[in-house]
């Protein structure tokens, strides 16, 4: 089935669909969460998830917010609007390095171990067994770190060649954010960057107008004031710092470039 290529709003007028992605741990659960709250019905890894292996149409929603989208931008319907949302490269590796994706395989196993806590909590031993069978998982959305990690050793394995925890991460930040780029130049599609500090009321509808909402400020305010910044922060102590001893030389001067070329400013001492 040819799947359609724009959305209708509930005033009956239709509405471009649209992909919001980035690098991991871009707050793209929040962002989900803010233009769903503002009137753009928008899921969360719903299309896109650590299973997809192609894009397979929007369901009910009318854009999806994944950072697993980048690898299936081509084959996007053409007027699919793609919101390249970055976030401050610091923030965004401490993030990664506290979500343990690129951690070792005992900060990995440990990391299943919560996630499957919280299946117990939710649903008894069942979900526990449903948690440990790949295609359950996939079915009822559930995933593990593992789930993660395989998807990155198939899209991004050069961030796993990196030395340490916040390499790696660095690594897949400046990949990840370069390939969103020009996956979407390469396969046409409509791309606006954003960066997720300027969400505000003045940025957020600027989005909201682009994906033809009609949002007023009451609304746009309600969103952000409702809409936790803090809906999928992991826990954790002290990282190792983003410096030039834990990245190398050329490494941090990449991710220095790289910051500046989306308006942060960044020296990796």
Request: one cysteine or more; hydrophobic letters at 40%; charged letters at 25%.
């Given at each position: 089935?040819?799947?359609?290529?724009?959305?209708?709003?509930?005033?009956?007028?239709?509405?471009?669909?649209?992909?919001?992605?980035?690098?991991?741990?871009?707050?793209?659960?929040?962002?989900?969460?803010?233009l769903?709250?503002?009137?753009?019905?928008?899921?969360?890894e719903?299309?896109?998830?650590?299973?997809?292996?192609?894009?397979?149409?929007?369901?009910?929603?009318?854009?999806?917010?994944?950072?697993?989208?980048?690898p299936?931008?081509?084959?996007?319907?053409r007027?699919?609007?793609?919101?390249?949302?970055?976030?401050?490269?610091?923030?965004?590796?401490?993030?990664?390095?506290?979500?343990?994706?690129?951690?070792?395989?005992?900060?990995?196993?440990?990391?299943?171990?919560?996630?499957?806590?919280?299946?117990?909590?939710?649903?008894?031993?069942?979900?526990?067994?449903?948690?440990?069978?790949?295609?359950?998982?996939?079915?009822?959305?559930?995933r593990?770190?593992?789930?993660?990690?395989?998807?990155?050793?198939?899209?991004?394995?050069?961030?796993?060649?990196?030395?340490?925890?916040?390499?790696?991460?660095?690594?897949?930040?400046?990949d990840?954010?370069?390939?969103?780029?020009?996956?979407?130049?390469?396969?046409?599609?409509?791309?606006?960057?954003?960066?997720?500090?300027?969400?505000?009321?003045?940025?957020?509808?600027?989005?909201?107008?682009?994906?033809?909402?009609?949002?007023?400020?009451?609304?746009?305010?309600?969103?952000?004031?409702?809409?936790?910044?803090?809906?999928?922060r992991?826990?954790?102590?002290?990282?190792?710092?983003?410096?030039?001893?834990?990245?190398?030389?050329?490494?941090?001067?990449?991710?220095?470039?790289?910051?500046?070329?989306?308006?942060?400013?960044?020296?990796?001492?």
């Amino acid at each position: 089935m040819t799947q359609p290529t724009r959305a209708e709003s509930g005033s009956g007028l239709a509405r471009p669909h649209f992909v919001v992605t980035g690098c991991a741990r871009s707050a793209t659960t929040y962002t989900a969460r803010l233009l769903s709250a503002a009137g753009c019905s928008c899921t969360h890894e719903a299309v896109f998830g650590p299973h997809t292996t192609g894009f397979a149409g929007w369901r009910a929603a009318q854009g999806d917010s994944s950072w697993l989208a980048v690898p299936f931008l081509s084959q996007l319907p053409r007027e699919t609007i793609v919101i390249h949302q970055v976030r401050e490269p610091r923030a965004a590796v401490d993030a990664l390095v506290r979500f343990g994706i690129f951690a070792s395989e005992r900060t990995g196993v440990r990391r299943d171990a919560v996630a499957l806590t919280r299946y117990v909590r939710s649903g008894g031993v069942r979900a526990v067994v449903d948690g440990f069978n790949p295609r359950r998982r996939r079915e009822r959305g559930r995933r593990l770190n593992r789930d993660f990690v395989a998807f990155l050793l198939r899209h991004c394995p050069e961030a796993f060649l990196e030395t340490n925890d916040v390499a790696r991460a660095a690594r897949h930040w400046i990949d990840w954010n370069t390939r969103v780029e020009s996956e979407a130049a390469a396969a046409g599609l409509p791309y606006r960057r954003i960066r997720v500090e300027e969400l505000d009321l003045d940025g957020l509808g600027a989005l909201v107008d682009l994906l033809g909402g009609d949002a007023d400020p009451a609304t746009l305010d309600a969103a952000l004031t409702s809409t936790s910044t803090t809906a999928n922060r992991r826990p954790g102590g002290r990282v190792l710092p983003v410096t030039r001893d834990t990245l190398g030389d050329e490494l941090a001067e990449l991710l220095d470039a790289t910051a500046r070329s989306y308006g942060y400013t960044l020296t990796a001492s």
